[in-house]
Nanobody, 126 residues
């Protein structure tokens, strides 16, 4: 099993920045990929981006490309989501996810991730 704990959410004005963290514990050696998703009230969970735990390659949703950056620290078993130029429509609960499947593509669907954190609220005011 893998446990994930997010932190770093909060309230920020439009145009501002936030950095989310996700700390993994448990069977971290089994992690192959980690991703970030978000869910706004009344909406479905939405893919934000993903990172290969092995080689650090990333892929992002078009809605955040150029504004958000995912990075990892394998030694600390952590992944980060740097969010810049935030917009009110970025307001959501942000979830960290992980999976041990050796995908040969970037998984962008919530059901391709087995492990989930509890989520952290990000609110962007206009």
């Amino acid at each position: 099993q893998v446990q994930l704990v997010e932190s770093g959410g909060g309230l920020v004005q439009a145009g501002g920045s936030l950095r989310l963290s996700c700390a993994a514990s448990g069977r971290t050696a089994s992690i192959y990929v980690m991703g970030w998703f978000r869910q706004a009230p009344g909406k479905e969970r939405e893919f934000v981006g993903t990172i290969s735990w092995r080689n650090g390659r990333t892929w992002y949703a078009d809605s955040v490309k150029g504004r958000f950056t995912i990075s990892r620290d394998n030694a600390e078993n952590s992944v980060f989501l740097q969010m810049n130029s935030l917009k009110p429509e970025d307001t959501a609960v942000y979830y960290c996810a992980a999976d041990s499947t050796p995908y040969n593509f970037f998984p962008a669907s919530w059901n391709q991730y087995e492990y989930w954190g509890q989520g952290t609220q990000v609110t962007v005011s206009s």
